[in-house]
């Protein structure tokens, strides 16, 4: 995959800016400041900025320090300790300059200090500034959890979704299902055809899964060599098996070329493990359960569909 697909230039994208502070005049002063270049949201008490950070995962905060009941600093902390805000740049606002307080700030994970009065010139390049990092960042971020011959997700990947979804259902009390993929006959076709033609290959069949995949909470993550795994929250063992079928079927109507296999065209097996996530059982079951259904779809022949509840 050329990085060039994924990547979308900097200057086109409008990001979001989080302002945090008791005193609606600041809040005005940021707003005005910042308002044609950026998405702005604005909350007016710590408790809020928390909650409004977890629902719209801004690029930065603009946070004041001396705050009532919650000051910027629990705020920072709360953010860092939370994997889905702990990347969210934080900007502190404060009315004095004071180096303990930027020591204590930057220790918590701030990335840079605004002071008041606000200069508008300085304030704008500090901000610009950090924007443009956090989008750096995000970007290294989002290559490295990339498999780079398919696009898709890769393992590293997978291995930190999957968690994390284990404990939404969890939360929720909703079925979690899981479907391992493996292409049928894969080494006899490089042996025939070359790794090139097994490269463009699996590029195609992991074309064909993400397609199929319909929902955006849907995920699919390259496990391993020929291997291709999904995470389909919220769906129970029939619908997850219904899935994994127009899976199969999309993967066929590729009509790839295989002289070495028994369906003389590139096919895949489909593995399917279901659960309602409960405290006797971890994540890494529902995985293993999944694998062993793979292993069955292999035995009965390929090309098919096996699946289990647990």
């Known amino acids: 995959m050329d990085v060039a697909d994924i990547i979308v230039p900097l200057e086109t994208e409008r990001g ?7 005193q ?7 707003h005005q400041l910042f308002h044609e270049d950026y998405e702005m949201f604005m909350a007016t008490n710590g408790q809020q900025a928390i909650a409004l950070c977890q629902k719209l995962q801004p690029d930065l905060v603009l946070l004041d320090i001396e705050m009532p009941i919650m000051s910027g600093y629990d705020v920072c902390q709360q953010l860092k ?15 004095h300059f004071d180096e303990v307080q930027e020591v204590k700030g930057f220790q918590l994970g701030a990335v840079d200090f605004i002071h008041k009065p606000i200069n508008p010139i300085i304030t704008t390049a500090r901000v610009k500034n950090q924007f443009i990092l956090k989008r750096q960042t995000d970007l290294l971020h989002s290559i490295a959890l990339l498999d780079s011959l398919t696009g898709v997700a890769n393992r590293r990947q997978f291995e930190q979704r999957l968690p994390e979804i284990w404990k939404h259902s969890c939360r929720t009390q909703s079925p979690l299902s899981v479907v391992m993929l493996d292409v ?8 025939r055809y070359g790794h090139q033609e097994g490269d463009r290959c699996l590029r195609l069949v992991a074309k064909a899964i993400s397609t199929t995949l319909k929902r ?11 291997e291709f795994i999904c995470i389909l929250p919220d769906t129970p063992l029939l619908g997850a098996e219904h899935m994994a079928q127009n899976i199969v079927d999309a993967v066929q109507a590729l009509h790839i070329k295989h002289i070495d296999s028994s369906f003389n065209e590139v096919t895949i097996s489909a593995g399917v493990a279901c659960v309602q996530p409960r405290s006797d059982l971890t994540w890494q079951t529902l995985i293993e359960t999944a694998d062993q ?11 098919v569909v096996c699946g289990l509840a647990l």
Do not use: C, M, S
């Open 81 to 95: 300790a939370d994997p889905l805000t702990a990347n969210i740049g934080v900007i502190f606002v404060t009315a």
């Open 216 to 226: 955006a909470v849907d995920f699919v993550a390259r496990y391993g060599g020929e």
């Open 293 to 303: 259904q793979l292993y069955v779809a292999k035995q009965n022949g390929r090309n």
């Open 184 to 191: 049928d006959f894969f080494k006899h076709f490089n042996d």
């Open 16 to 22: 979001k800016i989080l302002v945090v502070d008791d």
């Open 24 to 30: 609606p005049l600041n809040i005005k002063i940021l």
